[in-house]
């Protein structure tokens, strides 16, 4: 019988060679009488050859159904749910909802193949060399990267949150009130997924895994506003309800929780957008060309030359500023500012030392900006707007007063306007 003849092969001669080369071992057993019926033994029987070993344990002699049946149980104790904690919360994962499985049939078949596959010389020469050094196989597992891609992300929509910014208020005696910004977060799944496959396919999942969520800050901090205490320039004017009016209220409300932080530079068409339609504006008079005209937008210009006031009696600079072609009823002539979509812009730059906050409102038949920030960058003066020369050549002054006194002058600039028509 083939059984007799295999355990008539001595094994512990063959291991006594183990100092000796392959191919004198190998010699030795080709001179045996019963090399060749050892070989076609060892390959054609239903069990792992000797030196094989997998999870830790010595499987040779284990036919494939008992192999199986061992690293399913391995399996079995390797592939577990997984736990993500983030603060209080636990999120878990089982097994069956990503496909996490053991590649069972995978580690028998590899257990089985060693010593096999090979012509006789070949094999009995892997066999030899099992034998005396060993062989081990891992235990894998597969999952479903897209099912946890999936999940992720259902963990994630509980996770992220969007950032609120901090925001300036008035009260209604005047003084400032604030609300402090609260960071967003969001969960990076792509690079959650990435750390977890590794430990998925090497059934090395720990047994809690924290999540750390990017934290994403408001785009006005705490900090941003902390230092504003005060109204540093305010300036209203007047219009009447109706087309014009609804543009005017519209336009202000972009200028509305706008935050200008020190050396930025603020452009009211970026901040405004453009005045069409679809963005729902309508037809009122504008000056087109030095000409009177009706076209979409019509009064925006007003909500421009009323920033520039405030701009203005808050110690900001102006850095690009059109007069109209003719001087406008709702301002002092030469402290106009006008604006055209892609043509005429307002801008100006925060170079007082602390961050300045704009509030804006149209109610009834007047728009007001108010530029909040820190009295102390005034040096405690007050500002106010001075002109001279004609109705229709204006020079503007900018004169700081500290009780009383005048600390500081500053010209703006001079103006000539055509003939005088309302726009």
Request: hydrophobic share 35%.
């Amino acid at each position: 019988m083939e059984t007799a003849k295999a355990e008539a092969f001595d094994f512990k001669a063959l291991m006594s060679l183990k100092g000796a080369s392959i191919a004198a071992t190998s010699a030795v057993v080709l001179a045996s009488a019963g090399a060749l019926s050892v070989s076609n033994s060892i390959a054609e029987s239903d069990t792992i050859v000797k030196g094989v070993r997998a999870e830790g344990k010595d499987i040779s002699g284990m036919t494939t159904a008992e192999a199986q049946q061992y690293l399913q149980s391995v399996g079995d104790a390797k592939v577990k749910p997984l736990t993500f904690t983030y603060g209080e919360q636990t999120f878990t994962i089982n097994p069956a909802d990503i496909n996490f499985k053991a590649n069972v049939d995978e580690a028998t078949r590899q257990a089985y193949s060693f010593g096999r596959g090979g012509d006789w010389s070949h094999n009995i020469q892997s066999q030899i060399l099992c034998a005396l050094n060993g062989r081990s196989v891992t235990l894998t597992a597969g999952y479903d990267a897209e099912l946890l891609s999936t999940r992720l992300n259902d963990i994630a929509a509980q996770i992220n949150q969007q950032p609120s910014n901090a925001y300036c208020y008035l009260n209604p005696d005047g003084s400032i009130g604030k609300v402090n910004g609260a960071s967003g977060y969001r969960l990076d799944t792509e690079k959650v997924a990435q750390s977890l496959k590794t430990p998925l396919e090497t059934l090395t999942v720990p047994d809690s895994i924290a999540l750390e969520p990017e934290e994403i800050l408001p785009f006005v901090t705490t900090e941003d506003i902390a230092a504003i205490d005060s109204i540093i320039g305010e300036y209203s004017t007047s219009y009447y309800p109706g087309a014009r009016g609804d543009n005017i209220a519209l336009a202000a409300s972009y200028l509305n929780d706008r935050i200008v932080k020190t050396g930025w530079e603020f452009s009211f068409n970026d901040t405004v957008g453009e005045r069409t339609y679809a963005a729902g504006y309508q037809t009122a008079g504008v000056i087109i060309n030095g000409r009177p005209e009706q076209d979409v937008g019509g009064g925006v210009c007003q909500v421009s030359s009323t920033l520039y006031n405030a701009v203005l009696l808050a110690g900001l600079t102006p850095t690009v500023r059109t007069p109209h072609f003719f001087p406008s009823t709702y301002v002092a002539p030469g402290r106009d500012a006008t604006v055209a979509d892609g043509q005429i812009d307002f801008k100006f730059r925060n170079d007082l030392p602390h961050n300045v906050y704009l509030l804006s409102s149209a109610w009834g038949s007047t728009v007001t900006v108010y530029v909040l920030g820190t009295q102390a960058d005034l040096n405690g003066a007050k500002i106010a707007l001075e002109s001279d020369g004609s109705y229709m050549t204006p020079s503007i002054w900018r004169v700081y007063y500290r009780d009383g006194q005048v600390v500081k002058e500053e010209f703006l600039h001079t103006d000539s306007y055509s003939d005088p028509v309302t726009d």
